[in-house]
Nanobody
């Protein structure tokens, strides 16, 4: 069973920054995409950013220019650098790992709270 572990959430003031990390225990050579989703209270889970093995990265319009998704060479770990945070970014952030069979693996989530 692939384990996905997130870290780096917390409380920050509006305008501040946080860096989330995600590591998985699966076979990195079979991983085709990694990224982050988030879910705010009362809302559906939404894509924040995703990077493919080939290096293509997609961002939600709401985070473009503020968030940056980075990956390690082996594709075991991704990082989400979040700058200029706003209260609207408050949510539980989930890491997603997809393998070549299209199986999805999820972390337990890390809470990001942005105070105004």
């Amino acid at each position: 069973q692939v384990q996905v572990v997130e870290s780096g959430g917390g409380l920050v003031q509006a305008g501040g920054s946080l860096r989330l990390s995600c590591a998985h225990s699966g076979d990195a050579s079979r991983t085709i995409a990694m990224g982050w989703y988030r879910q705010a209270p009362g809302n559906q889970r939404e894509l924040v950013a995703m990077v493919t093995r080939g290096g293509n990265t997609n961002y939600a319009d709401s985070v473009k220019g503020r968030f940056t998704l980075l990956r390690d060479y082996a594709f075991n770990t991704v990082y989400l650098q979040m700058n200029n945070l706003t209260p609207e970014d408050t949510a539980v952030y989930y890491c997603n790992v997809r393998d070549e069979t299209a199986a999805d693996y999820w972390g337990k989530g890390t809470l990001v709270t942005v105070s105004s």
